[in-house]
């Protein structure tokens, strides 16, 4: 995961670079085949070359954006959680307990249905 430290390190908030640190832990210990990389300033999980999830931080919330179809597969687990969304991404505020197994769901949904995928994002 030292593809993240220097993004990590731009984050202003301790307490927010510690919750996102946290997150990214998480997803590493839970998922290990998974590579990260930077594009575009975001921090991505990857598998096979293929989109898996991607964060970007806000100044009240952190962003997670997993793609159109994963955040369809489990928007009710993301509105019993409490979160805000849009079509493409959903914000974990700052001061909300992150939801891990929605976290888990959206990645293994995405694991499994880009098994297959031979491009980045889905056509």
């Not at 919750?19 to 999980?45: A, G, V």
């Not at 974990?92 to 891990?100: L, N, Q, T």
Request: hydrophobic share 40%; proline share 3%.
């Amino acid at each position: 995961m030292t593809v993240f430290t220097e993004f990590l390190a731009g984050i202003d908030s301790e307490a927010q670079q510690a919750r996102t640190k946290e997150i990214f832990d998480f997803i590493t210990e839970h998922y290990p085949n998974l590579e990260t990389e930077l594009k575009w300033n975001q921090p991505m999980f990857v598998d096979h070359g293929t989109f898996i999830i991607g964060f970007s931080i806000s100044k009240n919330h952190l962003a997670v954006a997993p793609e159109h179809i994963a955040v369809k597969h489990v928007e009710e687990d993301i509105q019993n959680a409490g979160y805000d969304y849009t079509k493409e991404t959903i914000r974990i505020p700052w001061k909300s307990e992150v939801d891990y197994s929605l976290l888990k769901k959206m990645i293994d949904f995405n694991i499994n249905d880009k098994a297959n995928c031979k491009t980045f994002w889905r056509k």
